[in-house]
């Protein structure tokens, strides 16, 4: 990732339970992204690599409930498509 995909901006829907969920679990360890910085198919590939990430660092990985919300999360606040 380069550094343009960090936050600058506020993250969209913040004050949803998704936006919320999203920047707990994904912003715990590192800043979380802007959702913006990446496509949908990219975000796909990004959140299973970070469940194998946090598996290995003995974090508890998201629950199927997580990972649905936090990705259509991401889908409906994503870059281009």
């Given at each position: 990732m380069s550094a343009t995909a960090c936050q600058k901006r506020p993250l969209p829907e913040s004050d949803t339970y998704?936006?919320?969920?999203?920047?707990?679990?994904c912003g715990g360890c590192h800043v979380a992204f802007d959702p913006r910085s990446m496509t949908p198919a990219m975000w796909q590939v990004q959140v299973s690599?970070?469940?194998d990430k946090?598996?290995?660092?003995?974090?508890?990985?998201?629950?199927?409930?997580?990972r649905e919300t936090i990705m259509d999360y991401l889908t409906r606040n994503s870059g281009a498509n």
């Amino acid at each position: 990732m380069s550094a343009t995909a960090c936050q600058k901006r506020p993250l969209p829907e913040s004050d949803t339970y998704a936006g919320q969920l999203y920047a707990s679990r994904c912003g715990g360890c590192h800043v979380a992204f802007d959702p913006r910085s990446m496509t949908p198919a990219m975000w796909q590939v990004q959140v299973s690599a970070m469940q194998d990430k946090m598996r290995a660092a003995g974090i508890a990985p998201l629950t199927s409930e997580q990972r649905e919300t936090i990705m259509d999360y991401l889908t409906r606040n994503s870059g281009a498509n």
